[in-house]
């Protein structure tokens, strides 16, 4: 999702103001959606996508970027469930969390498709303007 764009929020219907380094978001009960502000760095990129499946499948909101009081000096680091995860990666405890959560079915939000593929057909049209999206 370029920055500034949301899709998600057509589900959710709030603003989005990402908090510094949380370049992702997810939202809604059941169903649920997940989207990512695509980031000029590929592993930035992939641990922001990883980030949002996290909260996915775990269903918690900004309480995971603290889980355990990670983010707190002296405990455990936070690694792919921390705020920001910049300098972060993949902890013994993320992976824990996940591989119970993975095998959770959590119902997706398929809404954003076809307003995704009206965007991409308003663009290639030369209309940037669409309004389509936040
Ligand atoms: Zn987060």
Same mark, same amino acid.
């Given at each position: ?27 809604? #009960? ?51 469930? #921390? #705020? ?51």
């Amino acid at each position: 999702m370029p920055w500034g764009k949301s899709v998600v929020t057509k589900l959710v219907k709030i603003n989005v103001s990402p908090i510094a380094g949380h370049n992702g978001f997810t939202a809604g #009960a059941s169903p649920r959606a997940s989207e990512v502000y695509v980031q000029y760095d590929p592993t930035l990129n992939a641990k922001l996508t990883f980030h949002e499946i996290m909260h996915m499948k775990l269903r918690m909101g900004n309480e995971m970027h603290c889980l355990n009081n990670c983010c707190k000096p002296g405990n455990s680091p936070c690694g792919l469930a #921390a #705020a920001d995860i910049t300098n972060e990666g993949l902890t013994d405890d993320n992976i824990k969390r996940m591989v119970t959560a993975l095998r959770t079915p959590v119902k997706q939000w398929t809404g954003g498709i076809p307003i995704l593929a009206q965007v991409r057909d308003a663009m290639r049209r030369g209309d940037t303007m669409s309004g389509l999206w936040q």
